[in-house]
């Protein structure tokens, strides 16, 4: 029998992702249960569940190792995936802000170019320095507001190209705890938040929303949609799904996404 492979969240969207499965009648057992396995069951034949990352569900669905998974409309854009994944449903559930926060003590820095006009075009003592774990969305970020590459300081960057330079603009790959990293290692950071309550109580301010409103998706590989074998386990997970999202959509064929 054809096996849809489905990935679902770990940490952070755990605990609502298990509560969302539970409202669309699609709840797996040894999911969010204090189960130690990352391998729940669903009684749906021909669909295997495995607990993921949500960080790491978009491009594992992108290579192909998993036919469908929810995660994050950050981590979607942060992958980098749209040519492989689509998004097909929005779930509503986890939502946060990417914001970038800088200093609130920096009364001229209100927005995000004023942060690359403090730095970019002044000669100061050292490169603007942007710690975050969305190294995509933050070249972005400053791509959009320069015509600098940025350097990047990170364990893997070598994996692509080595990028330590003199630029004015460093990213620096955060592995958490990244509102900690201002004023003394950091000048500025992109980070998720629900209620900005821990930036505050670290001495930040938020000057732009990088991503806003970012919520938990529905994704699914493109190739797995034109799978005649796939599709009905792919819609019947998406219709049970849409059945729990906010205004109740309609069921509509998942594969007018490709």
């Known amino acids: 029998m ?3 492979r489905f990935a679902i969240p770990k940490g952070s969207l ?14 797996p057992s040894g999911y969010a249960d204090g189960s130690r396995s990352y391998r729940p069951k669903l009684d749906i034949p021909g669909l295997t569940l495995k607990v993921l990352r949500p960080q790491e569900i978009p491009y594992m669905i992108a290579a192909g190792f998993y036919d469908m998974g929810i995660s994050g409309i950050d981590w979607y854009l942060e992958s980098e995936c749209q040519s492989n994944v689509d998004d ?8 946060v802000d990417i914001v970038l926060a800088v200093p609130d003590v920096w ?3 209100n927005s995000s170019a004023d942060l690359f006009r403090k730095f970019v075009d002044s000669t100061g003592t050292h490169p603007l320095r942007i710690w975050t774990e969305y190294l995509n969305l933050t070249e972005s970020l400053v791509r959009r507001h320069t015509d600098l590459e940025p350097s990047l300081y990170s364990p893997y960057s070598r994996l692509h190209v080595e990028r330590r330079s003199s630029s004015p603009v460093a990213i620096f790959h955060s592995f958490g705890a990244t509102e900690s990293k201002p004023p003394e290692d950091g000048d500025a950071i992109i980070d998720n938040t629900e209620t900005g309550r821990t930036l505050r109580a670290n ?7 990088v991503v806003p409103n ?25 219709d049970a799904l849409a059945s729990a999202a906010p205004g109740r959509r309609e069921a509509e064929p998942v594969f007018g996404h490709i």
Not at 14 to 27: G, I, M, S, V, Y
Not at 203 to 209: A, D, R, S, T, V
């Open 2 to 4: 054809t096996q849809v």
């Open 14 to 27: 755990e605990t609502k992702a298990a509560a969302f499965l539970d409202r669309a009648n699609l709840r």
């Open 88 to 95: 097909v449903l929005d779930l509503g559930f986890g939502r």
């Open 107 to 109: 009364e001229d820095v």
């Open 203 to 209: 001495g930040l301010k938020i000057i732009e929303k």
């Open 214 to 238: 970012s919520t938990a998706r529905l994704l699914v590989n493109r190739r797995s949609l034109r799978n005649h074998d796939k599709q009905a386990i792919i819609q019947r997970v998406r």
